[in-house]
């Protein structure tokens, strides 16, 4: 039985146009989060298949894959809703984000600090990889984190709330190798309004996640 799904798009393959083209939008729904889907449900029988026979000579190379497809899952269902046609800007009161952008400013001193560095995180991750503004639970604060291969480098229990993808596959047929163009044109399609629901579910449920009763 599959786990995981592959989620429908929120708008249709050319809403995001011109920032990203519809082509690249159905390639990278269609093919590349689709094959996550199916390698972290494919590894997940494997993993089981391992344990009905006690058999954990591969364990390792199927624990990295796990969580290199779960990841890659999870990120790019983020990142769909984490755009729109509409968006761009930032976050402001007027537009009921207002909590979402004192929180951007407590943690980064402005938004245009904030900005400057998940642009520079997102533009500068080594090989394959994300720029993320999470949630830490245990400063209870906002982080940039970026993500090397869907796996490394972030701090355990942090919420991702907003995901700038910096994979080629994410923008090579339109940007080429201009990852620093790609990256700041992100910014116009930004939806300030799921980042900041993101963040109040985040917030809502710190306490779960950090080891203070």
């Known amino acids: 039985m599959a786990i995981y799904t592959l989620p429908d798009l929120p708008y249709d393959y050319a809403s995001l146009e011109p920032v990203i083209s519809g082509e690249i939008i159905e390639?990278?729904?269609?093919?590349?989060?689709?094959?996550?889907?199916?390698?972290?449900?494919?590894?997940l029988e494997r993993l089981a298949e391992a344990r009905d026979?006690?058999?954990?000579?591969?364990?390792?190379?199927?624990?990295?894959?796990?969580?290199?497809?779960l990841s890659g899952h999870v990120l790019h269902s983020i990142y769909w809703?984490?755009?729109?046609?509409?968006?761009?800007?930032?976050?402001?009161?007027?537009?009921?984000t207002g909590e979402l952008a004192d929180?951007?400013?407590?943690?980064?001193?402005?938004?245009?600090?904030?900005?400057?560095?998940?642009?520079?995180?997102?533009?500068?991750?080594?090989?394959?990889?994300?720029?993320?503004?999470?949630?830490?639970?245990?400063?209870?604060?906002?982080?940039?984190?970026?993500?090397?291969?869907?796996?490394?480098?972030?701090?355990?229990?942090?919420?991702?709330?907003?995901v700038f993808d910096a994979w080629e596959h994410a923008f090579y047929l339109q940007y080429r190798n201009q990852k620093v163009d790609f990256?700041?044109?992100?910014?116009?399609?930004?939806?300030?309004?799921?980042v900041a629901a993101r963040y109040t579910a985040a917030r809502t449920n710190a306490a779960v996640l950090t080891l203070a009763p």
Do not use: C
Request: glycine fraction near 12%; charge should be negative.
């Open 27 to 43: 390639l990278h729904h269609d093919k590349h989060h689709a094959s996550y889907v199916k390698g972290a449900n494919d590894t």
């Open 53 to 69: 026979r006690d058999a954990w000579d591969t364990v390792n190379g199927l624990e990295k894959n796990l969580a290199f497809h």
């Open 81 to 96: 809703r984490n755009m729109t046609g509409d968006g761009g800007g930032e976050p402001l009161e007027k537009d009921g």
């Open 103 to 162: 929180a951007i400013a407590e943690s980064f001193g402005s938004f245009a600090r904030f900005r400057a560095q998940l642009s520079k995180a997102s533009a500068t991750t080594q090989g394959s990889g994300w720029g993320v503004l999470a949630f830490e639970p245990v400063s209870e604060r906002l982080v940039v984190e970026q993500v090397y291969d869907h796996q490394g480098n972030v701090g355990q229990g942090s919420v991702p709330l907003l």
């Open 183 to 194: 990256v700041e044109a992100m910014w116009r399609v930004v939806n300030w309004q799921d």
